[in-house]
């Protein structure tokens, strides 16, 4: 079973639109980040979000944390070509040297001029 | 801020060679490595956990004598792709633990392998 569904999984859009994607899981987390990639790079940290009710702003990205912890949502107002890519959130599982972060399957953005 | 070299960026071979990709961490280091395969437009997935000085812990599925991982120092994790074959083709990705904070996480630029 995957530990957090994101949703969409595809999303096309044309410039100027707005969008969310969505982070869930029937799990309490006590941080999540979200990544964006670029094709042919590594993953980028977006921001980490740790309080419940959390909202984070990142120029046009509006980042949100449940109240629950168990979900996290991203927004991105007037997208820009430049946003085309795959957005990942991911939680830490584990401790000490077992410590890992946990992957959702993803959004693959496609913003369209 | 830090970083994490990957190298190379991209390597074609024919199928039955070896391929070895480097994972180094620049400016510090790093107990903890781990590397990933990524098919397009997919999420990462992890293949194993590489702590400095001791055996890689592979993740269920990978084979550890076809995914060779090695962590000799405290910047440097390798990983060599045995006896290659066309599924082997993929986009893999290094990760480097800082070793001071414990927390953050820095990615390498992947390694495109094509096999043929």
């Known amino acids: 079973t995957q530990l957090l569904e994101q949703s969409p999984q595809f999303l096309s859009i044309q410039e100027g639109e707005n969008l969310t994607v969505y982070c869930n899981s029937s799990?309490?987390?006590?941080?999540l980040q979200w990544y964006r990639q670029e094709p042919g790079e590594g993953p980028v940290l977006l921001v980490t979000v740790v309080t419940g009710g959390e909202v984070k702003k990142l120029k046009r990205l509006t980042f949100q944390f449940g109240d629950a912890r168990k979900d996290s949502s991203l927004h991105i107002t007037a997208a820009q070509t430049g946003d085309t890519g795959l957005y990942l959130c991911a939680v830490n599982k584990g401790a000490g040297n077992n410590r890992k972060l946990i992957w959702g399957l993803g959004t693959s953005l496609a913003v369209n001029p | 801020g830090a970083v994490v070299s990957q190298h190379p960026s991209r390597v074609i071979c024919k199928s039955g060679t070896s391929v070895k990709i480097e994972c180094r961490s620049l400016d510090f280091q790093a107990t903890t490595m781990f590397w990933y395969r990524q098919f397009p437009k997919q999420s990462l997935m992890l293949m194993a956990t590489s702590n400095e000085g001791s055996k890689a812990t592979y993740e269920q599925g990978v084979e550890k004598d076809k995914f060779l991982i090695n962590h000799a120092s405290l910047t440097l994790s390798t990983l060599t792709v045995t006896s290659a074959h066309p599924e082997d083709s993929s986009f893999y990705i290094c990760?480097?633990?800082?070793?001071?904070?414990?927390?953050?996480?820095?990615f390498g630029s992947g390694t495109q392998l094509s096999v043929l």
């Open positions: 990760s480097a633990r800082d070793r001071v904070t414990n927390e953050k996480l820095f």
């Open positions: 799990s309490v987390f006590s941080s």
